[in-house]
Nanobody, 134 residues
Framework: QVQLVESGGGSVQAGGSLRLSCTAS????????MGWFRQAPGKEREGVAA???????RYTDSVKGRFTISTDNDKNILYLQMNSLKPEDTAMYYC????????????????????????????WGQGTQVTVSS
């Protein structure tokens, strides 16, 4: 059973930085798609940043240039470096993982990752709170 544990959340002032970590255990596959999602009170969960099994990354527009997703594959840790934080970044942040699916295209086979689509993920952490004050 895959388990994900987030850490690194906290309270900061606008303009500050935080680095979130997500430690994974119980992996049974050599390939995983991973992502960071967030949910603010009264709002739907949204994808923040994701990394595909091929190392490609994707970010939601509101965090581009401020957030960076990265992985330490040796330690099975997913990171989210958050700089220039804004009050609107306040939310519970979750990491998620799923094994990619094999698909075919006119150019051959490829591994598909859901990236920022949260419904495509099977495994979720319990979340870590990020609060940004103005």
């Amino acid at each position: 059973q895959v388990q994900l544990v987030e850490s690194g959340g906290g309270s900061v002032q606008a303009g500050g930085s935080l680095r979130l970590s997500c430690t994974a255990s119980g992996y049974t596959s050599s390939r995983y798609c991973m992502g960071w999602f967030r949910q603010a009170p009264g709002k739907e969960r949204e994808g923040v940043a994701a990394v595909g099994s091929d190392g490609s990354t994707r970010y939601t527009d509101s965090v581009k240039g401020r957030f960076t997703i990265s992985t330490d594959n040796d330690k099975n840790i997913l990171y989210l470096q958050m700089n220039s934080l804004k009050p609107e970044d306040t939310a519970m942040y979750y990491c998620a993982a799923v094994t990619p699916t094999r698909r075919s295209s006119a150019f051959g086979g490829f591994w598909y990752c859901p990236l920022l689509a949260d419904h495509g993920y099977d495994y979720w952490g319990q979340g870590t709170q990020v609060t940004v004050s103005s």
